[in-house]
């Protein structure tokens, strides 16, 4: 029997293409009128975004871009294309990358898989979103959907489900983290990216199970499936346990807030602001949201965050790096494309 002929596409966030006002304004447009990112009336939307988030916000991100950005570009894409690399050398099938927002494209991702494929049958797509959340892994999956449908493309799509407690991404996970625990640390922060509290009620298939049972996110219920919040915790407690990390020294936060609307809790800048009168001096932070070190880990956290906490009274800060191309990730993602995951 034939074996099926299959491409890869690695799907990341995306990245201004450079660090210029005029780019990042772009970005953040079409980042920001995404509806699964800011779920209001595209009229409403349209004044919010282009009226008043992205004229105050473009050139403040410019500069926080400009201070992370590297000779080759953003940290994000030089990242990606290093995991495609690094996935390359470890799969026959040729490996594509995909941004939902900026470039590539998914329509450039399949028609590279095209050319070196003739004939192709499958395309594998691994969102690099380990947790679900209709701001993340839900548009990207659907933007790549939506292309793949537009295009009228004769393969078949298969999509690798979130793997927040997947075996395989724990171990990998777990496995970055560990040499930084060899160093005295009093607390163990775990920051993912926040969502509004309206996302996880919209995510909500029973409409009476998240943020109004008590312990919701510890009690069985189907809502889990799409659940944001217990995901994460999820995520948190499965690597907390591997690394032999005390229940009193861990917790988890969220960050990356927009607006004045009320999203998951706790912050983690305020987080970060209040450990110190805790008795926390020196503090471990991972973002386990990201795949690849971006905006959010490299300035959010490891330059903004790291003053919160220093300036509080924190005597150490150490922001682990996300997986980018730990070689555990890379065999993971290997696995699963070999056999992919349900």
Known sequence: ?????????????????????????????????????????????????????????????????????????????VLSKQ?????????????????RYGSPAPWTAYDELLEKVPGLEEVVLVPMYPHYAMSSYETAVEYAKAAHAKGKYSFRLTIIPPY????????????????????????????????????????????????????CCEVNSEAHKYCYRHQCLVTTKKVAAMLHIPENKYSFSFQSRLGRDEWLKP????????LPAEGVKNLLVACPAFISDCLETLEEIAVEGKDTFMQAGGESFTMIPCLNVHPMWVKAIASWVAEPIS
């Open 1 to 77: 029997m034939a074996a099926t002929k299959r491409g890869i596409v690695l799907m990341n966030l995306g990245s201004p293409d450079s660090t210029q006002v005029k780019d990042v304004r772009r970005y953040l447009n079409e980042f920001l009128m995404d509806e699964r990112v800011i779920d209001m009336s595209y009229l409403g939307r349209l004044l919010l975004v282009k009226g008043i988030i992205v004229p105050f916000r473009a050139p403040k991100s410019a500069h926080a871009y400009a201070s992370i950005w590297t000779p080759e570009g953003s940290p994000l894409i």
């Open 83 to 99: 995991l495609q690399q690094a996935l390359q050398q470890q799969v026959p099938e040729p490996v594509a990358l995909a941004m």
């Open 164 to 215: 927040y407690d997947n075996a395989l991404y724990l171990e990998a996970l777990a496995d970055s983290m560990k040499p930084y625990l060899q160093q005295p640390y009093d607390h163990f922060l775990f920051s993912y990216h926040g969502v509004p509290e309206r996302h996880i009620y919209k995510g909500d298939v029973t409409g009476n199970h998240c943020l109004k049972v008590a312990n």
């Open 267 to 274: 912050y983690t800048a305020q987080r970060l602001a209040d």
